[in-house]
């Protein structure tokens, strides 16, 4: 006769087995379809056929971006860098200063709905009266991991919240997400207050 512990380490085992068996039939499949981690300059996500490309952590920069009649996009792959190209592809507007950090896309001095001269768009406050739309520049000032704002692209907008595309976000932060949108007072809020306002092409 075997030994009882030989016996029970035995069905110990076959018990493992039976469970890895199970586990590999009902997940395997999805995780051999998963793509592998992304690494920088990959295509991540596009809007309007616009391609949003991977940047690892959010300090990097690998090299200035220049159209080929030598526009400036920015930095590899910043935030700034998808919003220019963005408006570039999609609308083929191109900002008169092409410089300066996320948070030198919204000036403070202009009143709301003023021509914004720097970057040759209309810009708008939040809170404020004007609901943000697809296609429009969404900006945030300083905060907390962001010094130096923060900028990306509306992508859908109903009352009740927005969405968003950007690029640079972070490594463990997808490309998109959503906002809270209420109105209140006459004035749309957004749930986040470091979002300062929008730029929009008219």
Do not use: C
């Not at 030994?3 to 493992?16: A, H």
């Not at 700034?80 to 507007?93: C, D, L, M, P, Q």
């Not at 001269?117 to 404020?128: A, K, T």
């Not at 004007?130 to 990306?152: T, Y």
């Amino acid at each position: 006769m075997l030994d009882r512990g030989i016996s029970l380490r035995w069905f110990s085992y076959g018990i493992v087995v039976v469970v890895l068996i199970g586990w590999v039939a009902v997940w395997g499949p999805d995780l051999w379809d998963r793509p592998a981690v992304a690494s920088v300059g990959d295509e991540i996500d596009s809007y309007q056929q616009v391609a949003v490309y991977y940047n690892g952590r959010i300090g990097h920069t690998a090299g200035r971006h220049l159209g080929k009649d030598g526009y400036n996009f920015g930095l590899k792959w910043q935030a700034s860098e998808f919003v220019k190209r963005f408006y570039y592809e999609a609308y083929g507007h191109r900002m008169p200063d092409t410089y300066g950090y996320p948070k030198d896309y919204f000036n403070p001095a202009l009143a709301d709905g003023a021509f914004n001269v720097q970057r040759g768009l209309f810009q708008y406050r939040l809170p404020g009266e004007s609901h943000p739309r697809p296609g429009d520049l969404l900006v945030w000032g300083p905060g907390e991991g962001r010094k130096r704002g923060h900028v990306a692209i509306v992508t859908k907008s109903p009352p009740e919240a927005i969405e968003y595309i950007q690029q640079n976000p972070g490594r463990k932060v997808p490309p998109r997400a959503w906002i809270a949108v209420v109105r209140e007072d006459r004035k749309w809020h957004l749930d986040d207050a470091e979002v300062v306002g929008f730029l929009r092409k008219g």
